[in-house]
């Protein structure tokens, strides 16, 4: 608890530019829980360095994060919004839950294993272990609800376990966090290909919407969105590319699938992906808007990382100094 309020964490790669599955996936919930809980809301950059990144265009990405976080509607007096590598507690907690973690654990995670194989050469062992700085960044601040899309249910899922683990060797630490995943939309699919998860690293542009695509771009994108050879929009998970453009259009537009199917009834799949179309485009162009404003505001920018990377080292040292005093560190004067 900080301020009588449960606590969530959540973090987003500043590794490509962030995708409709992003916000639908997991920014929409966060600012939809902002007002009844403690929120800090993380730019990961060090699980971006897990792969290969430019140094320049990744210090830009951070910042635009940060910036779309803002834009989205995350109040930045409210919240706390900070780069991960500027709070060093990440990485110091990260490597003492290394030591309480198993490898067998670390094999089973499924989102390595595709990872890795996309990559196949010179997989690191940062994107091996990346898993447990995660549980690191949850578990430092006694987070209660973890907001995030399906793909990282997983990772969550190991957090309690290691956490539960350091519990029951000593003491009460950490608070057992829980995964919050919108009902639709945890995991919108790829345009291109409604088998695979939409991304932001995908090669192939057409398959995701960024947040600043503009409207001649989505409506393209959505117009080339592989569907099925039938013509009626129904829900169901036969039709994988028609549901992905429903739970697109339920989220954006907050309807129930009866909703949807109703209104789409008798239309054709082309009319039905403009619609789809203008309900992205409606529910990006605020969030456009004021990121373009804050583009020209660099020093209020640099104003809330410093103050809120303070606000979060105080509230993750706390956590951090007792963890070392649990496994043995010596800290400061104790005999
Ligand atoms: P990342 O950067 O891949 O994605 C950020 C968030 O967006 C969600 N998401 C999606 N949701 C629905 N459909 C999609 N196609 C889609 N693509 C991405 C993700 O589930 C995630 O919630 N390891 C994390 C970042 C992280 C983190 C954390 C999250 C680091 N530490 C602590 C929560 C708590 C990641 O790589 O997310």
Redesign the pocket.
């Known amino acids: 608890m900080i301020n009588d309020k449960k606590i969530i ?7 490509g530019n ?10 929409k919930n966060w600012v939809e829980l902002q007002n009844d809980y403690q929120s800090l809301f ?1 730019v ?1 950059d060090m ?2 360095i897990t792969v290969k990144q430019e140094p320049a265009t990744l210090r830009k990405k951070s910042r635009e994060v940060l910036k779309l976080y803002i834009a989205s509607g995350l109040d930045p007096e409210k919240n706390i919004m900070f780069i ?1 590598s500027q709070v060093p507690a990440h990485a110091e907690l990260g490597w003492i839950l290394n030591c309480y973690t198993y490898m067998g654990e670390m094999n089973r995670m499924t ?1 390595f294993k595709e990872k890795s194989t996309k990559q196949n050469i010179n997989t690191t062992v940062g994107l091996f272990d ?2 447990v ?3 690191a ?2 578990l430092l601040y006694q ?1 209660d609800l ?8 997983q ?2 899922e190991i ?1 309690r376990d290691i956490a539960e683990r350091f519990n029951n060797l000593y003491s009460e630490i950490f608070t057992i966090p829980e995964a919050y ?2 009902k639709f ?6 345009l291109q290909d409604p088998t695979k ?4 690293s995908d090669d192939d542009e057409n398959s ?1 919407i960024t947040l600043l695509d503009d409207p001649a771009k989505i409506e393209r994108k959505l117009k080339r969105a592989v569907t099925d050879s039938d013509t009626e929009v129904r829900y169901t998970k036969e039709k994988p590319g028609i549901k992905n453009l429903l739970d697109i259009y339920m989220s954006c537009t907050n309807t129930t699938v009866t909703q949807a199917e109703n209104r789409f009834k008798n239309c054709g799949y082309g009319e039905f992906k403009q619609e789809v179309a203008d309900a992205v485009i409606h529910t990006l162009k605020p969030i456009q808007d004021r990121f373009r404003e804050l583009d020209n505001d660099k020093d209020y920018l640099d104003r809330i990382l410093k103050q809120n990377a303070e606000r979060a080292s105080e509230i993750a040292n706390r956590t951090l100094a007792k963890v070392k005093k649990k496994v043995g560190f010596v800290i400061g004067e104790n005999k």
């Open positions: 964490f959540s973090g987003i790669q500043p590794s962030l995708t409709i599955g992003n916000y639908i996936g997991a920014i993380c990961v699980h971006a991960q989102q990346y898993p700085l995660m549980a960044d949850i987070t973890v907001p995030i899309g399906e793909d990282q249910k990772h969550v957090t995943m919108p939309g945890a995991r919108i699919m790829s998860k939409m991304s932001k995701y």
